[in-house]
């Protein structure tokens, strides 16, 4: 959009740059600039606007930018440029992720460099590698307290590593995802570390106070995010003499986006390490960038604008770059992460459905899909050229994020019924063969949250002690009744790391000082690769899962219909055990795929009336995509076996 004042402005900041934008390959960047220039304008001027150097923030903003632009490879800015050919190249059902601890997958940079290959075989084509940056060497929230955004940590290797895993990757095709912590830093940090020595100019990249009065005012309305080992939202610095906010853990000082030059540190940051080879970046935390005192602090309108400024920023230098929102969140929240639409106000590109993620876990535990269903048709539509990241673990623990009025909705009481999950998954209720672990306990909300691995939490490791051959078949039937799930849902399916070999809890963070008070770390693995060989003896559960993923995967990459075009119509079903949707083709609607699930522990019966009522689906010729085969039909219902699915074509 041309608008005089800000374009004369940005005129008047090229000449000042005196950088020359003369060479054919800037011409790109030059025409991407103006495009977004008005947007960025807007929104900066709007945080920033007040201030007497506004102007020179906003240069040093374009310089930035201008300067990762020059240091972008050739090779990622022919990708740029083919990719804004294809603006929905990443919609497509050929995804499939994978999200990894470096070290916990194989030691080092090096050494993930030679096990590609497992990726390739299973049918992975995406890799989130888990935070690398630097860190202090004792405790870092697993990575998430940087205290450089430019340096990989020792521990995972060199930058050089690094790029060489990224080519690796390139060269077959895949993706590499990379984190970015943007909503603070360690307290080891050299920013955090000057204004520990008294540098106003970097105290004011943070939140600072000299007193209990604005903290005070602040812990009114802000919640806590680990109450049990960092209780409260400030941490008294004894160096500084002063009060710092840190929201999450005491050593994570929250950032501070009022102060522009913060703004500025992190599109560079981002543009860094998109110029280092990422193809996606996950925005650590995003709900939570914005702060306000009288307000939670999350989800804020600001926290969105500032998203929207640096999604502008990025298409300007690296427009093929993509931003995933981590941001958990209430259902109708999260959505809100895509921005108001595909162009104006975008935000992220891709979002974690933890929305999906926590309602499949309420599914196995109450074995019925009352609220699955319920809370899946209150949700609003997402925007077009957005998709979701659909898991069902990840490093994190399980957040019973349910809008209350669903549960509500459906028969049960909020409280209730989210003691009754926990209680699931601690393995305490009669029945429950899960081992989960409460994680982070709230005194005074009584909120828990719960930590476990996908083996542990759907009871296979319980069955497996038990030496129970039934109880492991359930457990899983189970697994890949939830992967199913996320393969054909639409959006990019991440695996975490180990599910595809049913890597039970492992408790030996417990021995580890600096972890043992977070059980996040009870599922955070380090891949046995020994015992992986198993994935070829025939009929050991390493063998059955890793199969049955990768045949899934590998039927979900041949299947258009589950590309990600919003195309997906959730049906209604009375046997409250199943769940059903329909995924068409984007272009011909009618070559449509039935997904069909039972939670429950018996067959359930599916009436075709009852579907036909509202979709046509021709169940006289049906056969399931993966085993080729029919299921069990009869003239007006199909058998749907126990923790079973079908993806149906006709
Ligand atoms: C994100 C990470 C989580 C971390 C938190 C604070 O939510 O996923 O592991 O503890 O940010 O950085
Ligand atoms: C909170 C945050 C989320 C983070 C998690 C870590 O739920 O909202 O971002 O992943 O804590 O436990």
């Given at each position: 959009?041309?608008?005089?004042?800000?374009?004369?402005?940005?005129?008047?900041?090229?000449?000042?740059?005196?950088?020359?934008?003369?060479?054919?390959?800037?011409?790109?960047?030059?025409?991407?600039?103006?495009?977004?220039?008005?947007?960025?304008?807007?929104?900066?001027?709007?945080?920033?606007?007040?201030?007497?150097?506004?102007?020179?923030?906003?240069?040093?903003?374009?310089?930035?930018?201008?300067?990762?632009?020059?240091?972008?490879?050739?090779?990622?800015?022919?990708?740029?440029?083919?990719?804004?050919?294809?603006?929905?190249?990443?919609?497509?059902?050929?995804?499939?992720?994978?999200?990894?601890?470096?070290?916990?997958?194989?030691?080092?940079?090096?050494?993930?460099?030679?096990?590609?290959?497992?990726?390739?075989?299973?049918?992975?084509?995406?890799?989130?590698?888990?935070?690398?940056?630097?860190?202090?060497?004792?405790?870092?929230?697993?990575?998430?307290?940087?205290?450089?955004?430019?340096?990989?940590?020792?521990?995972?290797?060199?930058?050089?590593?690094?790029?060489?895993?990224?080519?690796?990757?390139?060269?077959?095709?895949?993706?590499?995802?990379?984190?970015?912590?943007?909503?603070?830093?360690?307290?080891?940090?050299?920013?955090?570390?000057?204004?520990?020595?008294?540098?106003?100019?970097?105290?004011?990249?943070?939140?600072?106070?000299?007193?209990?009065?604005?903290?005070?005012?602040?812990e009114e309305s802000l919640l806590e995010i680990f109450p049990e080992n960092a209780p409260g939202n400030f941490t008294w610095d004894e160096s500084m003499g002063k009060w710092v906010m840190t929201v999450f853990n005491n050593y994570q000082w929250d950032l501070n986006y009022t102060n522009p030059a913060v703004f500025i540190e992190m599109v560079n940051v981002i543009l860094f390490w998109a110029n280092k080879g990422a193809d996606i970046l996950r925005l650590d935390a995003v709900a939570f960038l914005w702060k306000k005192i009288g307000s939670v602090s999350q989800n804020l309108e600001e926290a969105h604008q500032i998203l929207?400024?640096?999604?502008?920023?990025?298409?300007?230098?690296?427009?093929?770059?993509?931003?995933?929102?981590?941001?958990?969140?209430?259902?109708?929240?999260?959505?809100?992460?895509?921005?108001?639409?595909?162009?104006?106000?975008?935000?992220?590109?891709?979002?974690?459905?933890?929305?999906?993620?926590?309602?499949?876990?309420?599914?196995?535990?109450?074995?019925?899909?009352?609220?699955?269903?319920?809370?899946?048709?209150?949700?609003?539509?997402?925007?077009?050229?957005?998709?979701?990241?659909?898991?069902?673990?990840?490093?994190?623990?399980?957040?019973?994020?349910?809008?209350?009025?669903?549960?509500?909705?459906?028969?049960?009481?909020?409280?209730?019924?989210?003691?009754?999950?926990?209680?699931?998954?601690?393995?305490?209720?009669?029945?429950?063969?899960?081992?989960?672990?409460?994680?982070?306990?709230?005194?005074?909300?009584?909120?828990?949250?719960?930590?476990?691995?996908?083996?542990?939490?759907?009871?296979?490791?319980?069955?497996?002690?038990?030496?129970?051959?039934?109880?492991?078949?359930?457990?899983?039937?189970?697994?890949?009744?939830?992967?199913?799930?996320?393969?054909?849902?639409?959006?990019?399916?991440?695996?975490?790391?180990?599910?595809?070999?049913?890597?039970?809890?492992?408790?030996?963070?417990?021995?580890?000082?600096?972890?043992?008070?977070?059980?996040?770390?009870?599922?955070?693995?380090?891949?046995?690769?020994?015992?992986?060989?198993?994935?070829?003896?025939?009929?050991?559960?390493?063998?059955?899962?890793?199969?049955?993923?990768?045949?899934?995967?590998?039927?979900?990459?041949?299947?258009?219909?589950?590309?990600?075009?919003?195309?997906?119509?959730?049906?209604?079903?009375?046997?409250?055990?199943?769940?059903?949707?329909?995924?068409?083709?984007?272009?011909?609607?009618?070559?449509?795929?039935?997904?069909?699930?039972?939670?429950?522990?018996?067959?359930?019966?599916?009436?075709?009336?009852?579907?036909?009522?509202?979709?046509?689906?021709?169940?006289?010729?049906?056969?399931?995509?993966?085993?080729?085969?029919?299921?069990?039909?009869?003239?007006?219902?199909?058998?749907?076996?126990?923790?079973?699915?079908?993806?149906?074509?006709?």
């Amino acid at each position: 959009m041309y608008e005089q004042k800000s374009h004369a402005l940005l005129n008047k900041i090229l000449i000042e740059l005196k950088q020359d934008f003369n060479d054919t390959e800037s011409q790109p960047f030059l025409t991407r600039l103006g495009a977004n220039f008005y947007s960025v304008y807007q929104l900066f001027i709007s945080f920033y606007g007040h201030r007497p150097d506004f102007e020179k923030q906003l240069k040093q903003l374009v310089s930035v930018m201008a300067q990762n632009h020059y240091e972008r490879s050739k090779s990622l800015r022919k990708s740029d440029l083919k990719r804004e050919q294809d603006p929905d190249w990443f919609l497509s059902q050929q995804w499939v992720g994978m999200a990894l601890y470096t070290d916990g997958f194989a030691e080092d940079l090096k050494g993930l460099n030679k096990r590609v290959d497992y990726f390739e075989e299973l049918g992975v084509n995406l890799v989130h590698l888990m935070p690398m940056m630097k860190c202090p060497e004792d405790a870092s929230d697993g990575g998430y307290a940087v205290s450089d955004f430019c340096e990989i940590d020792k521990r995972f290797g060199t930058i050089k590593d690094l790029q060489a895993v990224a080519k690796k990757l390139h060269k077959n095709g895949s993706l590499l995802t990379m984190d970015v912590v943007l909503n603070h830093t360690s307290d080891e940090h050299e920013w955090a570390r000057k204004a520990q020595q008294g540098e106003e100019k970097y105290q004011d990249y943070y939140y600072v106070y000299n007193d209990r009065d604005i903290p005070d005012q602040f812990e009114e309305s802000l919640l806590e995010i680990f109450p049990e080992n960092a209780p409260g939202n400030f941490t008294w610095d004894e160096s500084m003499g002063k009060w710092v906010m840190t929201v999450f853990n005491n050593y994570q000082w929250d950032l501070n986006y009022t102060n522009p030059a913060v703004f500025i540190e992190m599109v560079n940051v981002i543009l860094f390490w998109a110029n280092k080879g990422a193809d996606i970046l996950r925005l650590d935390a995003v709900a939570f960038l914005w702060k306000k005192i009288g307000s939670v602090s999350q989800n804020l309108e600001e926290a969105h604008q500032i998203l929207q400024l640096l999604k502008d920023c990025c298409q300007i230098t690296a427009p093929g770059v993509l931003f995933i929102a981590e941001a958990i969140v209430a259902p109708n929240e999260i959505i809100r992460y895509f921005g108001g639409d595909s162009v104006a106000e975008k935000e992220c590109d891709i979002a974690y459905n933890a929305t999906f993620m926590a309602l499949l876990w309420d599914a196995v535990a109450t074995k019925n899909t009352r609220l699955l269903n319920q809370s899946l048709k209150s949700l609003p539509a997402k925007p077009d050229q957005t998709t979701w990241l659909n898991y069902v673990r990840c490093h994190d623990d399980i957040g019973l994020g349910y809008d209350d009025k669903d549960i509500t909705a459906v028969g049960y009481e909020p409280k209730a019924h989210r003691e009754f999950l926990i209680d699931y998954y601690m393995g305490k209720f009669v029945g429950s063969t899960a081992r989960g672990l409460p994680f982070g306990y709230n005194e005074k909300t009584g909120d828990t949250r719960i930590s476990g691995s996908l083996a542990s939490l759907i009871g296979l490791e319980a069955a497996l002690l038990a030496e129970d051959k039934e109880a492991i078949d359930n457990a899983i039937k189970k697994t890949l009744l939830l992967y199913a799930m996320i393969l054909s849902y639409g959006g990019i399916p991440l695996l975490y790391y180990g599910d595809e070999l049913g890597t039970i809890n492992d408790s030996s963070y417990l021995q580890d000082p600096v972890k043992a008070e977070d059980n996040r770390w009870v599922h955070r693995p380090s891949i046995d690769w020994e015992n992986a060989e198993q994935r070829y003896v025939s009929g050991t559960v390493e063998n059955r899962l890793f199969n049955a993923i990768k045949k899934m995967i590998s039927v979900r990459k041949a299947t258009q219909a589950f590309a990600d075009f919003n195309n997906r119509d959730v049906l209604n079903v009375s046997n409250p055990n199943l769940f059903l949707f329909t995924r068409y083709e984007y272009q011909t609607p009618e070559v449509s795929i039935l997904v069909v699930a039972n939670f429950d522990d018996s067959p359930h019966h599916l009436y075709y009336e009852e579907i036909n009522n509202q979709i046509y689906f021709d169940f006289a010729n049906n056969k399931d995509l993966i085993t080729q085969e029919k299921p069990e039909m009869h003239e007006t219902y199909m058998v749907i076996p126990a923790n079973g699915f079908y993806w149906l074509e006709q």
